[in-house]
């Protein structure tokens, strides 16, 4: 009996559906790329600044998190392959209530971060060509990308995956030649040993909290392979493939990178945060043209998440409006994309962009605040759809568990008690107070719309 390949209802939209044009080597380089995000090449500074050495036990710690996440959402996308991914499961599980919450959340945050993206990005190449101006080029960026995810979902993979090649081939370079210097076998460099690592504490637990905080928010995007899964011949096949090596891909990348920087570069080292640690690590290499060619890699992972948020937001809005949570003009289909949908995502985005010249003192930040903290209310309302969902399928349809999470329920319970302590950390800390404020009044009104919502359709 083949596996179901989504839970929405029936297309609507003239017989229309969405493709499956996404083959097996692009999910298996989204999943790899979606692990390398700008935010380990140039947030993961910050982090190092406040938590000295023991950011590694940070980015660990954070790490054993999201592997949980990713299990549970894999479990789930498994059994019930959906392009609304934890949208989906959460209105399964929970409600359409909270399927319209978390949907809808998650869709802002992608479409705000497709701005954000693309002015970093256009920061970048107007360093390289002075007197240009930078909204012309996060213009063209987005003319681009809205065209590729116009066309065909195909498009979509095949930028991703030599996105997530460059960026993979990167940082594996970058591996090897730091372990090399620090085992002391690189020519010309000196093995540095712990000489950097005697003060594992610097700043005590208040910068490991810090640091702690920046990881967790430097993991974001590894839900778009669950989402992707749902437009390729073997959803199921793909999930599995995908969460199963999450495990390596966090510990190789992640905690393995970081590591090795804090083993060659001072923590205190001015150059960690004003070049970014990985050109500050290869300037200690003395490797020519170090900081250009970060500077390319992390354009090119700018760029890569642009394009995966706007596949990823229209994607979100095509599931929900499907559902019956949205308007209808965004679930209309061409050729197999939701062209409207991707439209809609990447205006939503570019206003974003114009916000940031127009307000950049009240709005814009007021707009930053509000997505500060969304990708931990999706986590939970995966934790919470995985709890309930799980002995719902062990009754129903046990076959569907291809993907099992592991020591069920004992970690899904660890892994929510982990999400409430960074809840809590994040009160403690002024700056991520406002976060966790404006993202739990968007919840909330989200949730309240979903539910009049719900009980509408309910007493029709």
């Known amino acids: 009996m083949p596996h179901s390949t989504s839970v929405e209802s029936p297309p609507h939209q003239g017989g229309a559906s969405l493709s499956h044009g996404l083959k097996q080597r692009h999910l298996s380089m989204i999943a790899l790329g979606g692990v390398i995000g700008a935010g380990l090449f140039v947030g993961s500074g910050a982090g190092i600044a406040a938590a000295g050495p023991s950011i590694v036990l940070a980015y660990a710690l954070s790490g054993l998190l999201v592997m949980l996440v990713m299990r ?56 390289w060509l002075p007197g240009t101006p930078e909204w012309a080029w996060v213009a063209l960026f987005m003319v681009v990308f809205c065209g590729t995810n116009l066309a065909a979902v195909k498009n979509f993979g095949e930028f991703e995956f030599w996105f997530a090649a460059l960026k993979v081939g990167a940082i594996g370079l970058f591996l090897v030649l730091g372990v090399l210097a620090v085992a002391g076998v690189l020519p010309g460099t000196d093995a540095p040993g712990a000489s950097h690592l005697t003060d594992f504490l610097p700043n005590g637990g208040e910068g490991l909290v810090v640091g702690l905080l920046a990881s967790v928010f430097a993991y974001g995007g590894l ?15 793909g999930v599995a493939s995908a969460v199963r090596t999450a495990m390596w891909r966090i510990a190789l990348f992640y905690i393995g990178s970081m590591a090795v920087i804090v083993t060659l570069v001072p923590w205190d080292s001015p150059d960690v945060v004003e070049k970014g640690p990985y050109v500050a690590a290869l300037d200690r290499l003395g490797i020519p043209g170090a900081g250009q060619l970060m500077n390319v890699v992390v354009l090119v992972a700018l760029l890569s998440a642009m394009n995966a948020n706007i596949y990823g937001s229209s994607r979100i809005a095509y599931s929900l409006v499907e559902r019956g949570q949205g308007p209808r003009a965004l679930g209309r289909v061409s050729a197999g994309v939701p062209r409207t949908a991707v439209l809609v995502s990447c205006v939503f985005g570019f206003v974003c962009v114009l916000l940031s010249y127009w307000r950049p003192d009240d ?10 903290a969304v990708i931990l209310v999706v986590w939970i309302f995966i934790a919470v759809s995985q709890l309930r969902l799980r002995r719902r399928l062990e009754r129903e349809a046990p076959e569907k568990l291809t993907v099992r999470m592991w020591a069920f329920p004992a970690l899904t319970w660890v892994a929510l008690a982990g999400m409430a302590a960074v809840f809590v950390l994040m009160a403690r800390e002024p700056d991520t107070r406002v976060q966790l404020y404006s993202t739990g009044g968007m919840t909330v009104f989200l949730a309240v719309v979903g539910y009049v919502r719900q009980r509408r359709r309910t007493t029709v």
């Open 72 to 127: 549970m959402l894999g479990e789930m996308s498994a059994a019930h392959p959906s392009s609304g991914s934890f949208s989906a499961h959460a209105e399964r599980a929970i409600g359409p209530w909270a399927g319209f919450a978390s949907g809808w959340s998650f869709w802002v945050l992608l479409c705000t971060a497709v701005g954000l993206e693309g002015i970093g990005a256009a920061k970048i190449v107007t360093g």
């Open 223 to 237: 839900e778009t392979v669950t989402i992707a899964a749902a437009e390729s011949p073997d959803p199921v096949r």
């Open 363 to 372: 709005v814009f930040p007021w707009l930053l605040n509000m997505i500060g």
